[in-house]
């Protein structure tokens, strides 16, 4: 591989993740900008099903990988309600009482809870970096979201609220 064919690797790896990124940090402000027109519930059911028929081939094609007794879909179905659905309904109904910055900086800081559940939870252990790393996720966290501590107030009520 030449020296111009790294390059343009690397280029396109560039275009891919800020194209990745648009989208990504896109939905909150669509699907914001989409509650003036539909209920958060109408919303999630939309893009829900915009996500399965655009699935549609990739269940075909893998369609022996599906289980086919309910003891084999019982796990697929709880992964479905608590890590896509009920999550999607309450960062929704979130995201319509807050603004957009602040849903996509909780959900984005999702990463730091995930890291500390699993050493509480799994006992894994977190090394000296990933420690590093929630501390300074957490305070970029609460910068974005400018949270006044002297204040907890705040949180039974507007906005504040939907950052909950």
Not at 36 to 45: K, N, Q, R
Not at 82 to 100: D, R
């Amino acid at each position: 591989m030449t020296t111009t064919d790294r390059h343009k690797g690397l280029a396109t790896d560039i275009f891919l993740l800020v194209l990745i990124n648009l989208l990504w940090g896109s939905t909150d402000v669509v699907a914001k900008s989409a509650f003036s027109e539909m209920s958060p519930v109408a919303v999630i059911w939309t893009r829900f099903s915009i996500a399965f028929v655009a699935f549609i081939p990739a269940l075909i094609a893998h369609r022996a990988e599906i289980p086919r007794k309910l003891k084999g879909l019982v796990p697929f179905i709880g992964l479905g309600m608590c890590g896509f659905f009920l999550n999607f309904i309450f960062q929704y109904h979130g995201l319509s009482m807050a603004p957009a910055s602040h849903a996509t900086t909780l959900r984005v800081s999702e990463a730091l809870i995930i890291v500390l559940l699993s050493g509480i939870i799994l006992r894994e252990k977190i090394g000296k970096w990933a420690l590093l790393g929630l501390a300074s996720g957490t305070v970029g966290v609460t910068l974005v979201l400018n949270i006044d501590f002297r204040n907890p107030g705040l949180f039974m009520e507007g906005s504040r609220l939907g950052d909950l």
